[in-house]
């Protein structure tokens, strides 16, 4: 897999090159060569520890219901901004305790919360709880049976 990163990544960015610049001509060609070279040797320095998914097949499910979500997400945060009324929501922080360890699935889970419209993850303390910010917050016991179950589970398969 290894192989196939440092051909896909120069490969990419050598064709982005040439799109973005609008021509073939050789001085282009070389430089964007280099520069895709360059790029993808300054890339693998800076990322020590690599990521090793499997079960990739679960990506999918996840990916579909980070997306209902967060269209069910822009909606609600829609319905409650247009018509607000004086007790409409409640915003609120909650520690949910997470068992994932993986840095790679940590992040994952950190970009769908923070994808989403009306969480914003906040910290993950030393203890491994995760501060989330939540715009809406009616209970916190379904906020935390959500994040576990529905995005912390299915990135451990994918990521531990």
Known sequence: MRRLYFLFLPTFL???????????SAGQVALGLALALWFTWAASRLRP???????????????LHVTA??????????RL??????NDFS?????????????????MLACIVTYTPGT???????DHRLKLHVLDLQHEGDWIKLVQERYERPLMEIFE
């Open 14 to 24: 050598f064709v982005l090159w040439l799109v973005l610049n609008q021509s073939v």
């Open 49 to 63: 520890l690599r990521a090793r998914p499997r079960r990739l097949w679960k990506a999918v499910p996840l990916f």
């Open 69 to 78: 979500d967060i269209i069910r997400s822009n909606v609600a945060v829609a």
């Open 81 to 86: 901004i247009l018509n607000p009324g004086p």
């Open 91 to 107: 915003p609120g922080f909650i520690m949910i305790p997470l068992t994932m360890r993986d840095p790679h699935g940590l992040a």
């Open 120 to 126: 914003v993850w906040v910290e993950l303390t030393d």
